[in-house]
Antibody
Framework: QAQLQESGPELVRPSETLSLTCTVS????????WTWIRQPPGQTLEWIGY???????NYNPSLKSRVTMSVDTSKNQFSLNLSSATAVDTAVYFC??????????????WGQGTLVTVSS | DIQMTQSPSSLSASVGDRVTITCRAS??????LNWYQHKPGKAPRLLIF???SLQSGVPSRFSGSGSGTDFTLTISSLQPEDFATYYC?????????FGQGTKVEIK
């Protein structure tokens, strides 16, 4: 049974880069869209973007100028960098898996999420 | 972006009740609509994909229907473990968007 686990700093200073890693265990990182989603306090879920296992990416235009995603197939990990962080980036960040075929367009596996606070 | 609007934003119900949550898209998403259950501190769980397909392992009391702009999630007989927040999400557009959530609380 595959599992996802987010890791990274819980506190980020304003103007710095928010960096998170998601580790895929119990399954292959191949042939899926690996996705980042966030939920600011009291708000709904916001799709940040995805990276395919071959490195192709698709980002939310609202964040595109600040987002970089990468994948390390040797470590079964993928990562999110969000530059120039501000308080509005404070949120619970989830990593998730989007299947190509089995559940098209749906996120069939999620991590538990990690709260990242942007504050001085 | 396609805006997703859920109603109600919250509801109170008793164990055994039939519960219906609706989701409306700002423009047609065809059948590309998914439903999730989320409990605090837990990973969200996919319930329904492609509007009406039950995800593997999800109890049959959950069902989905609709197409185009109007969709429904139904819980036929609410169980204690079903108290949670439910989200719809469209996968028609390359920019995925979610509804604002419906919190199902104990009456």
């Amino acid at each position: 049974q595959a599992q996802l686990q987010e890791s990274g700093p819980e506190l980020v200073r304003p103007s710095e880069t928010l960096s998170l890693t998601c580790t895929v265990s119990g399954g292959s990182i191949g042939s899926y869209y690996w996705t980042w989603i966030r939920q600011p306090p009291g708000q709904t879920l916001e799709w940040i973007g995805y990276i395919f296992y071959n490195g192709n990416t698709n980002y939310n235009p609202s964040l595109k100028s600040r987002v970089t995603m990468s994948v390390d197939t040797s470590k079964n990990q993928f990562s999110l960098n969000l530059s120039s962080a501000t308080a509005v980036d404070t949120a619970v960040y989830f990593c998730a898996r989007q299947s190509l075929l089995a559940t098209p367009g749906a996120f069939d596996l999620w991590g538990q999420g990690t709260l990242v606070t942007v504050s001085s | 972006d396609i805006q997703m609007t859920q109603s109600p934003s919250s509801l109170s119900a008793s164990v055994g009740d039939r519960v219906t949550i609706t989701c409306r898209a700002s423009r047609s998403v065809s059948g590309s609509l998914n439903w999730y259950q989320h409990k605090p501190g837990k990973a969200p769980r996919l319930l329904i994909f492609s509007a009406s397909s039950l995800q593997s392992g999800v109890p049959s009391r959950f069902s989905g229907s609709g197409s185009g702009t109007d969709f429904t999630l139904t819980i036929s007989s609410l169980q204690p473990e079903d108290f949670a927040t439910y989200y719809c999400q469209q996968s028609y557009s390359n920019i995925r968007t979610f509804g604002q959530g419906t919190k199902v609380e104990i009456k």
